[in-house]
């Protein structure tokens, strides 16, 4: 089945640092990855799309340069925390949707990444 | 827009009782009606889905879900629940083309 992996899985940090996390598809090629962030309780909350080859669609409200997204290649995409805080300290999902075979729009959803910013 | 509704924050069930989770949405166009279950620090793991055909999916761990245009809903249920089914379940639309839109979660405590 599709598999999407993130690293890392839990991340401390102090504040003012800039953290780095990866998103990827392991036996699919996703064309389009999705960051959400989830606060304790809550619902995901879509924060960008990220196309590969494009620049990241972000949601409103979302700051885009304080949350970078690149998206190389088709199997990896990354999200850059910068300047971390603790209000930024959350739970970090992406979602990759395989655009072939029998999963067509189907979205496929990572571990998670859990950041604390000290 | 679209949007999906939860109404139960939360349902507690004994072991072996039928579960129901509820969740109703809006769209235009035809929807993309999906669940996924959350469990504490994990990701979401996809339970099943409705894109067209038959209005009852069969989904994975023994779910399955009732699509219902006329009530825009697309309830969860599992004949006989397991402690082990205890988690955070979502219920998402889309219509096509569009992006994924959550629900508010229902957190399911199954007792034994």
């Known amino acids: 089945g599709a598999v999407v992996s993130q690293h890392p899985s839990r991340v401390i940090c102090k504040s003012g640092t800039s953290v780095k996390i990866e998103c990827r598809s392991l036996?699919?090629?996703?064309?389009?990855m999705f960051w959400y962030r989830q606060f304790p309780k809550q619902s995901l909350m879509l924060m960008a799309t990220s196309n590969e080859g494009s620049k990241a669609t972000y949601e409103q409200g979302v700051e885009k340069d304080k949350f970078l997204i690149n998206h190389a290649s088709l199997t990896l995409s990354t999200l850059t925390v910068t300047s971390a805080h603790p209000e930024d300290s959350s739970f970090y999902i992406c979602s990759a949707r395989d655009n072939t075979g029998l999963s067509y729009n189907e979205q496929f959803f990572g571990p998670g990444t859990r950041l604390t910013v000290l | 827009a679209q949007s999906v509704a939860q109404p139960e924050d939360q349902v507690n069930v004994a072991e072996g009782n039928p579960l129901t989770v509820k969740c109703t949405y809006s769209?235009?166009?035809?929807?993309?009606l999906f669940w996924y279950v959350q469990y504490p620090n994990r990701g979401l793991q996809f339970l099943l889905k409705y894109i067209t055909g038959d209005n009852l999916v069969k989904g994975s761990y023994g779910f399955e879900a009732e699509f219902n245009k006329s009530q825009t809903s697309f309830h969860l249920k599992k004949p006989s629940a397991l402690v082990s089914d205890s988690a955070l379940y979502f219920c998402a639309v889309r219509a096509a083309g569009n992006k994924l839109t959550f629900g508010g979660g229902t957190r399911v405590l199954v007792k034994p």
């Open positions: 769209v235009s166009g035809n929807p993309y």
């Open positions: 036996d699919f090629q996703a064309t389009t």
